[in-house]
């Protein structure tokens, strides 16, 4: 057994995030990832491959509230969900963090304000190469700084949408990027504005994600060590219970451990990979003979997503325990959240060539419209569709035929995302039956904001451009057959607060119960506002580093 100062479980938003946050310090830091290296080939920018045949999606089954089985759309990879996410990098709103309340309930108010998460954005932007542009959307919190790159231009029919938003009194702005992106020098650009980004893996490494940006210069530094292929699967504690004393790991290979040797692709010393099950785009231990270690460390960091996070905290009962760590208050698995999102598609008019889509964002209608005094949410672009996305959709093909076919709608595709906020429920919950699977009841919240959100958008559509009878439903990016397998957004499940009978982590994210378990990854939000939450992680685990750097003696 092996001893750290940090252990971080968990390689996304969160915990790559708070890797590099944490490297610098010279303390001994392990970083647990289930899965391996996300495979660098041609079929990362294969819309087959990607959203028809689902290649990086986990071979987990979970189970919904009536025990039926499903397959989430979870990516376990080193650098978790981000390796497929959009990069789309927005700040929650100030008023987020504030008690709102909703036609469908209340969100509740944050242990935290935004001006005690400001600076965190403005680290995490910088970090994350954000590019976007201040000042341009009215909803927008104050902010301590710029953005550190110019925002991605619009391509010409995302100009004219934009345009014609602002023609009938609307105020759209450019959505916050993460992207390595220099359209002055595109020569020496990494990025290269493909239409391959949102949704799919970034085969030459231009997308800010968690282990391009987070992981990879973490393990520059010799003190920071990577186990791929390493489930977490149980903490225990000592006899009175207020510190996690081992991390019960299982594993299969023998050649794992990933540290100063490593290369530009991803592989390790031994040539493979960190995980050599990770070659076949399935990464981490999903068959094969497993074995069990431990490890131990004075500050244990849970970063697995809201689900998995919650699963391995009731999985880690004890006696003093009985109910799962951390789980006093009963929280842990409870409020679970992910958006109540839509993803739909509009005709244009006239073609739409885009290439990089995902460039505008609209929320004139976050917290209400005339005549509706409740929030609905956000509205922004996603990736271009293309036919290969199509197949297999026949609500969109019935709906649309015979006045187009697929190469029709691909060349007039406008491609939505339309976001409203979740509202925490206690009954929609994480928990696990006899095998410890992950059993997940959700029923939706906010479904009258969220329609009429999707009304506002159709109501626009002969101002912009648009056929007004077609704004249709896209499974690809979101699958309305089995709405809870859609993970992306998960949130909640070990809310923080002030109060241990009513929440499982301070305000610090620590457990109330114990003395060294923090969580960092998106479990720790009470409510999810209606934007990505994927920077409010990033932040949020820059803030706890710098915590726990004060308590560790580091310098960072």
């Known amino acids: 057994?092996?001893?750290?100062?940090?252990?971080?479980?968990?390689?996304?938003?969160?915990?790559?995030?708070?890797?590099?946050?944490?490297?610098?310090?010279?303390?001994?830091?392990?970083?647990?990832?289930?899965?391996?290296?996300?495979?660098?080939?041609?079929?990362?920018?294969?819309?087959?491959?990607?959203?028809?045949?689902?290649?990086?999606?986990?071979?987990?089954?979970?189970?919904?509230?009536?025990?039926?089985?499903?397959?989430?759309?979870?990516?376990?990879?080193?650098?978790?969900?981000?390796?497929?996410?959009?990069?789309?990098?927005?700040?929650?709103r100030a008023e987020d963090f504030?008690?709102?309340?909703?036609?469908?309930?209340?969100?509740?108010?944050?242990?935290?304000?935004?001006?005690?998460?400001?600076?965190?954005?403005?680290?995490?932007?910088?970090?994350?190469?954000?590019?976007?542009a201040r000042a341009e959307d009215p909803s927008e919190p104050p902010a301590s700084g710029s953005y550190p790159h110019p925002p991605v231009s619009h391509e010409p029919r995302i100009a004219a949408l934009s345009d014609a938003f602002e023609a009938i009194g609307l105020h759209p702005f450019h959505a916050p990027c993460g992207v390595m992106l220099n359209e002055m020098n595109m020569p020496y650009s990494p990025c290269v504005r493909c239409s391959t980004c949102d949704g799919f893996p970034c085969l030459v490494h231009a997308k800010s994600d968690a282990e391009v940006l987070g992981v990879r210069p973490a393990l520059e530094h010799s003190n920071v060590t990577l186990l791929c292929g390493a489930e977490a699967v149980a903490l225990h504690t000592n006899p009175?219970?207020?510190?996690?004393?081992?991390?019960?790991?299982?594993?299969?290979?023998?050649?794992?451990?990933?540290?100063?040797?490593?290369?530009?692709?991803?592989?390790?010393?031994?040539?493979?990979?960190a995980s050599g099950s990770g070659v076949n785009?399935?990464?981490?231990?999903?068959?094969?003979?497993?074995?069990?270690?431990?490890?131990?460390?004075d500050i244990v960091v849970v970063?697995?997503?809201?689900?998995?996070?919650?699963?391995?905290l009731l999985r880690s009962a004890s006696d003093t325990h009985p109910n799962g760590l951390a789980n006093g208050s009963d929280q842990v698995g409870r409020n679970y959240m992910f958006h109540n999102s839509q993803a739909v598609l509009a005709i244009s008019k006239e073609p739409n060539p885009t290439v990089f889509q995902k460039t505008l964002g609209l929320n004139d209608f976050y917290f209400g419209s005339e005549g509706w005094d409740y929030p609905m949410g956000n509205i922004q672009m996603v990736g271009k569709s293309s036919p290969e996305m199509y197949r297999g959709e026949k609500p969109l093909?019935?709906?649309?035929?015979?006045?187009?076919?697929?190469?029709?709608?691909?060349?007039?595709?406008?491609?939505?995302?339309l976001s409203t906020e979740d509202l925490p429920r206690a009954e929609n919950r994480v928990t696990l039956d006899d095998r410890a699977n992950i059993r997940l009841a959700y029923r939706a919240s906010n479904n009258t904001a969220r329609d009429r959100l999707f009304e506002q958008?159709?109501?626009?559509?002969?101002?912009?451009?648009?056929?007004?009878?077609?704004?249709?439903?896209?499974?690809?990016?979101?699958?309305?057959?089995?709405?809870?397998?859609?993970?992306?957004?998960?949130?909640?499940?070990?809310?923080?607060g002030s109060d241990p009978a009513s929440s499982a982590l301070d305000s610090d994210c620590k457990a109330h119960e114990l003395d060294n378990l923090y969580v960092v990854d998106t479990s720790f939000f009470p409510s999810i506002s209606a934007v990505n939450p994927a920077l409010t992680a990033m932040a949020n685990a820059l803030r706890v580093g710098d915590h726990l750097l004060e308590r560790l003696g580091g310098n960072g």
């Open 240 to 273: 009175a219970g207020t510190a996690v004393t081992e991390v019960v790991v299982e594993r299969e290979h023998d050649e794992d451990y990933y540290d100063e040797e490593w290369d530009e692709d991803g592989g390790g010393g031994n040539g493979n990979g």
């Open 281 to 297: 785009g399935e990464g981490g231990a999903e068959g094969g003979k497993v074995r069990r270690e431990t490890f131990s460390a």
């Open 397 to 417: 093909m019935t709906k649309l035929a015979p006045s187009f076919s697929l190469e029709d709608i691909a060349t007039h595709a406008v491609d939505f995302w």
């Open 457 to 496: 958008l159709r109501s626009l559509l002969g101002h912009l451009g648009m056929h007004e009878h077609h704004l249709i439903p896209r499974w690809a990016y979101l699958d309305n057959k089995i709405p809870v397998a859609g993970v992306a957004h998960q949130a909640g499940t070990c809310r923080f």
């Open 98 to 132: 504030h008690q709102l309340a909703h036609h469908d309930g209340i969100s509740p108010a944050w242990p935290i304000s935004y001006q005690d998460m400001e600076p965190y954005y403005l680290q995490a932007e910088r970090l994350y190469e954000v590019h976007g």
């Open 1 to 92: 057994m092996g001893h750290y100062d940090v252990i971080i479980i968990g390689s996304g938003a969160g915990g790559g995030t708070l890797a590099r946050h944490l490297a610098p310090s010279g303390k001994r830091i392990l970083l647990l990832e289930r899965g391996g290296w996300l495979p660098r080939e041609p079929r990362n920018w294969s819309a087959g491959d990607v959203f028809v045949d689902n290649r990086y999606i986990s071979k987990d089954t979970w189970y919904d509230g009536a025990g039926k089985p499903f397959q989430p759309q979870v990516h376990y990879y080193v650098g978790g969900a981000t390796k497929l996410y959009g990069a789309a990098l927005y700040r929650m």
């Open 303 to 312: 970063s697995c997503g809201a689900a998995n996070t919650a699963k391995l």
